[in-house]
């Protein structure tokens, strides 16, 4: 199974920060690399699709990059409502498999 | 409206069974795969498996193959996901979720998750 490590497992910061969240393949998934966010109670969230694309309907704040083994997920300027959880998740190879989890607690 | 309607909170005993389902309206049904995930309490996104509803091949992760059955009704735009024992262990939100057969396939149209909680 491909492992996937984010870093950090949980963040505190302020409004109008820049976040970044990493998260890290244990073998190369080319693109396959997808980010979702997750509020308290709520179902997952698509925010970016193949590394880097921005799924429909989410602020530009969001962004992606990174092929092979290595992806950031970028948070330009923080707001309130991005407070939640974020995953990774690589759909290369079966099983696919979910980072952690990231945790953007308010500072 | 395009969506995935899941069947409501259901608590059980260990050693019974269960079916949970999952609806999709608004879009050609067939046209995407769901695929099941699993959130125990206070954890994070566990991938248990996938089925193509046009034909209802399956795929399952290691982890949950042999403990759990991923179905579908094509012809009432259902997915089914189905225990025929369930243990404590198995308490968590089961979410459905619905992606392209080829490419990136990504998760972009979720459930709001089912709720089973088994417990004595």
């Known amino acids: 199974d491909i492992q996937m490590t984010q870093s950090p497992s949980s963040l505190s910061a302020s409004v109008g920060d820049r976040v970044t969240i990493t998260c890290r393949a244990s073998q190369s998934i080319s693109n396959y690399l997808h980010w979702y966010q997750q509020k308290p109670g709520t179902a997952p969230k698509l925010l970016i699709y193949a590394a880097s694309s921005l799924q429909s309907g989410v602020p530009s704040r969001f962004s992606g990059t990174g092929s092979g083994t290595d992806f950031t997920l970028t948070i330009s300027s923080l707001q309130p409502e991005d407070f939640a959880t974020y995953y990774c998740q690589q759909t290369y190879s079966a099983p696919w498999t979910f980072g952690q989890g990231t945790k953007v607690e308010i500072k | 409206e395009v969506q995935l309607v899941q069947s409501g909170a259901e608590v059980k005993k260990p050693g019974e069974s269960l079916r949970i389902s999952c609806k999709g309206s608004g879009y050609s049904f067939t046209s995407y795969w769901i695929s099941w995930v699993r959130q125990m309490p206070g954890k994070g996104l566990e991938w248990m498996g996938r089925?193509?509803?046009?034909?209802?091949?399956?795929n399952y992760s290691p982890s949950f193959e042999g403990h759990v059955t991923i179905s579908a009704d094509k012809s009432i735009s259902t997915a089914y996901l189905q225990w025929s024992s369930l243990k404590a262990s198995d308490t968590a939100m089961y979410y459905c979720?619905?992606?392209?057969?080829?490419?990136?396939?990504?998760?972009?149209?979720w459930g709001r998750g089912t709720l089973v909680t088994v417990s004595s």
């Open positions: 089925i193509d509803p046009s034909d209802s091949y399956t």
């Open positions: 979720a619905r992606h392209t057969v080829s490419g990136p396939r990504y998760f972009d149209l």
